[in-house]
């Protein structure tokens, strides 16, 4: 198992010395945005975590290896290779034994980081169930990952175009704790604040480091959502937001947008209906879940 | 992990000894009645299950600890508290890190039972697929639980508002053996008969402690459904108590009440409906499965 | 565990030596066909795996007993047995402790398979997401069991009257691999192709064996869908088998078949209205499998 991870200098020592250690995915990087402005961001969001106390690891995998860390040149080729496979927990073996290019998905980071020895993982928000999945069963595979590997996910709520309330439904009846960080609300990432509740709220990095000993110590299998609301600055208006996305849904009926068109076609949507606001806020609301994920992961490993 | 758990003399004397112990919830002390009844129904349960040769273990989260069997004092406690949190699996690691009061659902009493090392289970009824749940998805953890902790769970069926039909249906998916006991049907909770069968039926505490021997013995993860039917003097016209449970429905959506009102709100009506026939019939299940399952217990330690 | 296994001479020996080994089940036989075509088939698909390198393990439940293996007795009572209990997860422990005789499933002969050290497995279609499953929730304990146990299945796509779409949608939540073999589309059972792609395409034996061994040395537990064509000269147009099944259907509901009865009901209509070609279908996609399940096993073995 461990002979097909591979560690940068800096991961490895981190985690020999049970130091802090962050994971980060890289389908943002590979399929979010475009170079070079993906390797700008890609490089922020490490430099966060690391003048937060904890060394980032940007996992992707190339060449048959699981890479935890990638160098300068592992991330350049990542962000600029043309055939970059989205990879969920389904396509990873094959990822890995056919060589191909991957960028990892939330569901695929927990996994390669439970296997590393990474507790805490930031991205932007997870994948869940999929507006109109009572009929098309159209649900992430983070939902499942979220129910049965050990990694806590950082994140600002789920993927604006899903659907909250379903999402939360899900991750009920599997079990996964939802904490709202700073906040009783379950967060919408665009914006603070939603009609729904998460299951409990807890304050300070100690207290989710707290909780999740318990969990895992008590073998209580499965990851945690972290729940972290978008700094007020960067937030959009919840209504408006809400508006914006209904109107990209119906556009994308009308035009006849089906399967796996329909998510870019959104985003696309939500980023010209908000002037590219959208963008701002969804950079700002990773930055933020840097310097979270890295305090917990700073308490996680001072336990 | 045990270092989470706290045992009264009387269980922990019993499981060191392999004597019969029979888990117990407490929802329906902190939830489920008014004080000072639930303490006495409590007692009573606990009693019926000793005098059936088996040893009760009353599980409730106090003070950062799992208790596994409760004291006069911890019962009174967990009785009379005005915050006490239904825990299901997904709040279980928060209520012990933040030591709030906790009462065990279906599932978190399963997750603790099989940490003590009990087998056996005794409650009223499960919880199951919520009518409607084709699109509101709201489906109890108890039946994933089922899938997964190795405990035989004595109940009268699932909790009278749920869909029979889609509960069984998610059982069949996930694998759980739903066994009718002494009956080839699977019994609707106040009525002992309902249109659907069970899988099969076993008609001793021997057959049943032997089906589960081989599962277990087989590594064949998860639980099991022993549906015990109503006894027929308590048991209400199944026609009559369908015509209540579809009434009080109506009257929710009437009123507009939604969400978690839902449930209390219908089991209320049923009670008012019903005269209060429904809380008596409630009790003498209970009673009953306490019966049977020590019995269980019994055949099961015993093998 | 292992001292519920019993295998045949030729399979054990086979296993000790690390000698290729091919896992079948028994519904096919039991409650597929009429006898005595039943005991010929099952023996002529176990010729075809002989013949093409590997050593056949024809799966059944007898006397308490997991039967890795049949002898001609065995095989002969199957086949002309009663009350054979169709075995699925949840029986499987009951048929064991009752000694009933038992025919097993996609999802049970997995489990045993697992249990006895078989890593491929043939068969002709797994079972999946029933059409109309948004509302029934009738969905196969096949794909639950694809999810966590760590055996390959190789078919012709989904049994031919399920949702594809659906249950692709399923396997995805779950992260099961779905490998095109030899193909980009995802078969149809009947027919070589469908309006859905597989995850992935895989063309030899070895690039599966490869996928595989990665994928079980890393830790994802569960199985894999190794999705084989029917060969074209058996194959039957798309577009005929599916307004075929679509007429099966709407006759089924307007003759008021319900539940259990659904599925037969449909298959005996298919072969009605293909004039038999969905038998020699049928027979000709289960032939081609084996072959390739041969062929699978043996470089999985060489590995
Ligand atoms: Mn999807
Ligand atoms: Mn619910
Ligand atoms: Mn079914």
């Excluded at 010209?272 to 890295?294: F, H, Q």
């Amino acid at each position: 198992m461990k002979h097909l991870l591979d560690y940068t200098a800096e991961v490895q020592q981190a985690l020999e010395q049970g130091l802090p250690v962050v994971a980060l995915e890289s389908t943002i990087i590979s399929h979010g945005m475009p170079y070079p402005e993906n390797v700008q961001m890609a490089k922020e969001v490490e430099q966060v975590i690391r003048d937060n106390g904890a060394v980032p690891a940007t996992i992707a995998l190339m060449d048959g290896r699981i890479k935890i860390g990638l160098t300068d040149e592992d991330l350049e080729l990542l962000a600029t290779s043309k055939n970059v496979r989205k990879t969920s927990r389904r396509d990873l073996a094959y990822v890995l034994s056919s060589k191909e290019i991957g960028a990892t998905t939330v569901a695929t980071t927990m996994i390669c980081a439970e296997l590393a020895g990474i507790a805490v993982f930031v991205t932007g928000g997870i994948g869940g169930v999929h507006r109109g999945a009572e009929t098309t069963m159209d649900i992430s595979a983070d939902l499942e990952e979220l129910s049965q590997t050990n990694v806590a996910v950082i994140c600002a709520g789920a993927k604006s175009i899903l659907d909250i309330g379903l999402t939360l439904e899900y991750l009920e009846t599997k079990g996964v704790p939802v904490v709202g960080y700073g906040t009783d609300a379950f967060p919408a990432f665009y914006s603070a604040t939603s009609p729904f509740a998460s299951n409990f709220r807890l304050d300070t990095p100690q207290e989710v480091a707290d909780m999740l000993r318990v969990k895992w110590e008590m073998g209580l299998q499965g990851g945690a959502v972290i729940a972290n609301p978008i700094p007020e600055e960067s937030s959009l208006e919840e209504s408006e937001i809400t508006a914006i996305i209904e109107d990209a849904l119906r556009q994308a009926e009308e035009q006849g947008v089906k399967g796996k068109d329909v998510t870019p076609f959104l985003l696309g949507k939500v980023k010209e209906l908000t002037d590219g606001k959208s963008l701002e806020a969804n950079i700002a609301l990773v930055m933020n879940n840097a310097r979270v994920g890295a305090a917990i992961a700073k308490a996680y490993a001072a336990n």
